[in-house]
Every structure is written in C-alpha cells, then in structure tokens.
C-alpha cells in the first residue's frame, strides 16, 4: 500500500514567519494530495488540496506544491499567526485504490 | 447535513468486554473510512466502504476488530474483546467520491482499562 512520510513532526516559528511542512509518498498512481489541520480535541478539516495535474495551488495564506517526478508535496504557510497552531497531516489518494492514507502529523506552534 | 456523527463520544470499558463505535455518515456519500488515532501512530486508516461494501480491511489490527455498514446510513467498527492497547481516538470519515474532500466525525475517544 501507499507509504507517507511527513517532516517535520513538530515545527516552532515564530509570528509573521513562514512555515512549511513536507510529505513525500511512495505510490507514482498517487493522484489527490488534500491536507487537513487537526486543532486541539477537534476533528481534522480539509484546508487545501491539491490535483496531479496541478503543479501548486494558492488560497490566501496556505499554498500547496506538487513535485510528481519527485513524489512530494508541501504545505506552505505565510505570516503565520497563533490560530494556525495545530497539528497539520498531509493525506495521498490513489485513483484506483480511493483510500486516504495520512502522513503521521506535523505539530505546528507560533509563538 | 450534521455531518458526520459518531457515537458515543467517550467510551471507558475493562478490558476484555466488547465495544461497539457508530457512525452514520454524510447523506449521499459513497465512500466511509475508519481511522484510529493515537500519539505513536498518528491517522492510522483501520478499513473503508464504497456503497455498503468492505474494499480493504488491510489495516485492521487483529482479528478482536471488525466493521459492518448493513446500509448506506450506518457503520459500526467492534472490539471484543477489547485491551489497553485499544486506546484511541477513533474516527469515522466519508466522502462522495473519487478524490474528493472527506468528511470527519467528531470521533470517540476509547479508553480501555
């Protein structure tokens, strides 16, 4: 099955830094790249995802890249603020499995 | 839609008795997903659904685990008997289809003592 990895698992940056996240996956039939925040005793939600024929993808202060020959994407953050501080996961679907296989969680904290 | 539901919120069972997690998902969807949660393993994917129908069960931990969806509208994920190890949150997903958002319930947390 699909194998992801995400770094880095905790990421400190301080208010109005930017902040980026990296996943990277096993599976070149890998075709949905969605990323979730998950706060505190909550439920993850989706924030941004992105499509394979999409080399990145802007909504405000979020972006997502997409590197298929490499076969890694990753979240950026800009002008961070205290409200983003939570844990971020990086999920992979595949075309013809349809699963949704998580990445293990990046703890995000601006001070 | 409410969305996802899960019941019950918090579960507290001895080990070695038998817990039963609900989940009704989003009206409509095709596709429900089981999740555990813990802190060593992150989102782990336990099973998933399309249109009723088990497609991999290839994360379920052991055989003390199974999961029904008797309908469109209803899943359960069952532990019995269940262990400390058990310990998670569980979460119950579903989504309309092919690559697109999937929805969370607000999860059960499972303590097992």
């Known amino acids: 099955g699909e194998n992801v990895e995400q770094h880095p698992s905790t990421l400190s940056v301080q208010e109005g830094d930017s902040a980026v996240i990296k996943c990277t996956y096993s599976d070149s039939a890998s075709n949905y790249f969605p990323w979730y925040k998950q706060e505190l005793g909550k439920r993850p939600q989706l924030i941004i995802d992105?499509?394979?024929?999409?080399g990145e993808k802007k909504d405000q202060r979020i972006a997502v890249t997409l590197n298929k020959t490499a076969k890694h994407f990753s979240l950026h953050i800009t002008e961070t603020q205290p409200e983003d501080s939570a844990v971020y996961f990086c999920?992979?679907?595949?075309?013809?499995?349809?699963?949704?296989?998580f990445g293990a969680g990046t703890r995000l904290t601006v001070k | 839609d409410a969305g996802v539901i899960q019941s019950p919120r918090h579960e507290v069972t001895e080990m070695g008795q038998e817990v039963t997690l609900r989940c009704k998902p989003i009206?409509?969807?095709?596709?429900l997903f089981w999740y555990r949660q813990t802190m060593m393993r992150g989102l782990e994917l336990l099973i998933y659904f399309n249109n009723n129908v088990p497609i991999d069960d290839s994360g379920m931990p052991e055989d003390r685990f199974s999961a029904k969806m008797p309908n469109a509208s209803f899943s359960t994920l069952k532990i019995q008997p269940s262990e400390p190890r058990d310990s998670a949150v569980y979460f119950c997903a579903s989504k309309a289809g092919l690559n697109t958002e999937a929805f969370f319930g607000q999860g059960t947390r499972l303590t097992v003592v």
């Open positions: 009206s409509g969807h095709d596709y």
């Open positions: 992105i499509r394979s024929n999409v």
């Open positions: 999920a992979v679907g595949e075309y013809n499995n349809n699963d949704m296989r």
